[in-house]
């Protein structure tokens, strides 16, 4: 079981904004770009990046998503309180 993962994230308001993004990301766009240009959260200012964390520091739907990425690999959208994420492991 994986003790820490780094992750980064999009987070925005509504469902159809995620997917948008997402798309965006699957035909190529820079995760990073997009985290500054359309998050919600303070992070934007680092491109998304969350920083390493390990489990029980983050919401739980939140959590096991980006506990459950490979390097490298993006969620699909996942709501939580906050609104809607896109995650992204980055190590």
């Not at 770009?33 to 998050?39: F, G, T």
């Not at 964390?53 to 969620?75: D, H, P, T």
């Amino acid at each position: 079981m994986v003790g820490k993962v780094h992750c980064a994230h999009i987070l925005v308001k509504t469902e159809q904004e995620a997917r948008a993004i997402l798309d965006q990301l699957n035909k190529g766009a820079s995760f990073t770009k997009l985290a500054s240009e359309k998050s919600l959260c303070p992070s934007k200012k680092k491109g998304g990046d969350l920083g390493t964390f390990g489990r029980g520091r983050m919401v739980r739907e939140f959590e096991i998503s980006a506990f459950a990425l490979n390097k490298g690999q993006i969620s699909n959208p996942i709501k939580t309180q906050f609104g809607w994420h896109i995650i992204k492991r980055l190590e």
